[in-house]
T-cell receptor
Framework: EPEVTQTPSHQVTQMGQEVILRCVPI?????FYWYRQILGQKVEFLVS????????KSEIFDDQFSVERPDGSNFTLKIRSTKLEDSAMYFC?????????????FGSGTQLSVL | AQSVTQLGSHVSVSEGALVLLRCNYS??????LFWYVQYPNQGLQLLLK??????LVKGINGFEAEFKKSETSFHLTKPSAHMSDAAEYFC????????????FGSGTRLLVRP
């Protein structure tokens, strides 16, 4: 079965540093998403992306965050100046359609630790 | 606004026993409901979903869930637990006009005893 791949699986960074989390969505998918899960808390929607622009973002997704599809295969999440509270598991997801109960395919996540 | 409550952060059952994971939702519009499973070091995998139609939904690995509007519930069941079912299970709700924006519950970790 096709899968969404995320790299790295773990990332450790110092507070204030920039990090880029990388995702390779399923090849024929057109809609891309980032979710995150802070330890012990719920999985939360961050942002959706289609046709090279953000479709929707949550209040969590402030100016420190950005997303990009730099080429035909990668989808990245950048955090410009990391804070301690950015430590979380970040999940990338993709879907072929954005309609009735479409199936999201999630990656295995990147565990970000900000020290 | 939509929300999901999963009762029990941990559920422990014996191998062969019934699995029941509880999920209650709140939604002002007809919901779409999902159960996802996360095995260790893996991503979220869709188990089953309810959108419209039959309220009893069958998913992968022998799991099923029933949408009960009167009880605002979508509990996940499996008649006989296997050791391989040990994982974290997430209930999620969304709405038709933004069905990519899942609202997740806090998850239930299922432990299966030999």
């Amino acid at each position: 079965e096709p899968e969404v791949t995320q790299t790295p699986s773990h990332q450790v960074t110092q507070m204030g540093q920039e990090v880029i989390l990388r995702c390779v969505p399923i090849s024929n998918h057109l809609y891309f998403y980032w979710y995150r899960q802070i330890l012990g808390q719920k999985v939360e929607f961050l942002v959706s992306f289609y046709n090279n622009e953000i479709s929707e973002k949550s209040e969590i997704f402030d100016d420190q965050f950005s997303v990009e599809r730099p080429d035909g295969s990668n989808f990245t999440l950048k955090i410009r100046s990391t804070k301690l509270e950015d430590s979380a598991m970040y999940f990338c997801a993709s879907s072929e359609y954005r309609g009735e109960g479409e199936k999201l395919f999630f990656g295995s996540g990147t565990q970000l630790s900000v020290l | 606004a939509q929300s999901v409550t999963q009762l029990g952060s941990h559920v422990s059952v014996s191998e062969g026993a019934l699995v029941l994971l509880r999920c209650n939702y709140s939604s002002s519009v007809p919901p779409y409901l999902f159960w996802y499973v996360q095995y260790p070091n893996q991503g979220l995998q869709l188990l089953l979903k309810y959108t419209t139609g039959a309220t009893l939904v069958k998913g992968i690995n022998g799991f099923e869930a029933e949408f009960k509007k009167s009880e605002t519930s979508f509990h996940l069941t499996k008649p006989s637990a296997h050791m391989s079912d040990a994982a974290e299970y997430f209930c999620a709700v969304t709405r038709m006009d933004s069905s990519y924006k899942l609202i997740f519950g806090s998850g239930t970790r299922l432990l299966v005893r030999p």
